[in-house]
């Protein structure tokens, strides 16, 4: 048997797509114009399916920092933070993202997803019990299975059900780590963070929040979750990712002072180079943007508002709730791809999620909105939408 055998009925399914036009897995954006708009093919399309929630991937200062950082440091660190890739700027953004959450330490990696499996494994070993929201990101569940931890899902975003899981714990819940996100990706539902820290109060355990999707979108400064949830100080870890609303690459951890003895334990943050001195400049252009720029944020809420209201008004099934991440709920796999492929062919590009990549077995149409969205581009994409009803 070929060692690729294994792969022959996806293999066969991806070709299918491919054959018949543009492949769902592999869409090639062949340009990008600004945050809002590229051309795929021949087909110029608004963007509406990104992770850029502020809009800040073609930000001027961004870009002029990053020029500069790229010509006085180089295009690469070669290296790893624990050995020769911690420049200067590295620790500086450290510096400024913990003076930014209020809290005494933060640890930059190389990915968001370096950052879960960083924090996560090294702290969930093999003695470790983790509880974790069913929903989990990808990187949190290979993160435990790094660490070699006992995992225990609750049910997603339902806190009665961690609840009963930790009671069942007994002692043990002490020292339990329980792990959630702020926004979902798929579906944009928010964790009950206020109920689980509540939880955490009467029963014990150490809260980690992923606040990937959440970071520069909600609370009052764009802290994330936990500061519009008013709980931070009950969350021990905050994990968070630069590839979002901080329109880069690279991912961050930031917490209490004794966080800072992870970085010499942790294989993902050790055995891994350092992100590239021009990707860490326009990060820290972006972390002042979003501590300048509030109004980024306001924007982004009325364009999900927009958006929501216009997809409800037409009848699509959406989450239950608005947020930046706009679901449209499909039925049938074949249904998703359809609709995908004459949004493209409209000028309209939107994330195609297939199972078992959605919750619950579903096909979605993931919509995301950004800052630099304007009201006539939401409406286009409404207008989209509203075609394929006729
Ligand atoms: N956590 C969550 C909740 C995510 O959605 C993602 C990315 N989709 C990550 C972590 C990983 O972040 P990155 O893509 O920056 O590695």
Not at 66 to 95: C, D, F, I, V
Not at 234 to 262: C, E, Q, R, W, Y
Not at 331 to 340: D, F, H, P, Q, S
Request: proline share 4%; net charge negative.
């Amino acid at each position: 048997m070929g060692h690729y055998d294994k792969f022959s009925r996806i293999a066969s399914e991806r070709e299918q797509f491919r054959t018949a036009g543009i492949n769902p897995f592999g869409t090639c954006i062949d340009e990008v114009y600004s945050a809002t708009e590229g051309r795929i093919g021949d087909q110029k399309i608004i963007l509406a399916g990104t992770n850029n929630y502020l809009g800040l991937t073609f930000n001027a200062q961004a870009i002029a920092d990053a020029q500069t950082a790229l010509a006085k440091q180089g295009t690469g660190t070669t290296g790893s933070r624990m050995a020769n890739g911690s420049y200067g700027p590295h620790l500086a953004l450290e510096q400024e993202i913990a003076e930014f959450f209020g809290r005494p330490s933060a640890i930059v990696f190389s990915t968001g997803y370096t950052a879960n499996l960083g924090v996560i494994s090294t702290l969930a070993d093999h003695n470790a019990v983790v509880l974790l929201d069913a929903d989990s990101h990808a990187s949190i569940y290979d993160a435990c299975a790094l660490g070699g931890a006992e995992i225990i899902r609750f049910r997603h975003n339902d806190a009665k059900d961690l609840e009963r899981r930790m009671v069942r714990l007994g002692e043990r819940a002490k020292d339990a780590i329980i792990i959630v996100e702020g926004i979902y990706s798929m579906l944009g539902d928010i964790a009950p963070l206020v109920e689980i820290v509540d939880i955490k109060k009467r029963l014990g355990g150490f809260l980690i929040v992923d606040e990937a999707h959440s970071f520069g979108v909600m609370g009052p400064t764009g802290r994330g979750l936990a500061e519009a949830a008013g709980v931070e100080q009950d969350v021990d870890i905050i994990v968070g990712t630069f590839s979002k609303s901080l329109a880069s690459i690279g991912g961050f951890a930031v917490g209490a002072n004794a966080m800072d003895v992870l970085r010499y334990a942790s294989r993902p943050y050790i055995f891994t180079a350092s992100p590239s001195p021009s990707s860490i400049a326009s990060v820290r252009s972006a972390l002042k943007t979003i501590a300048t720029q509030p109004e980024l944020r306001q924007k982004l809420w009325d364009n999900a508002a927009r958006l929501y209201e216009g997809l409800e008004k037409l009848g699509y099934e959406l989450s239950s709730h608005i947020s930046p991440v706009v679901p449209v709920i499909i039925g049938a796999k074949e249904e998703g791809l359809r609709i995908w492929r004459e949004l493209i062919a409209s000028g309209v590009y939107v994330n195609l999620i297939l199972p078992p990549a959605a919750p619950a077995g579903i096909t979605l149409l993931r919509c995301s909105v950004n800052a630099a969205h304007t009201c006539e581009q939401i409406d286009a994409i409404i207008h989209a939408f509203a075609q394929l009803k006729k």
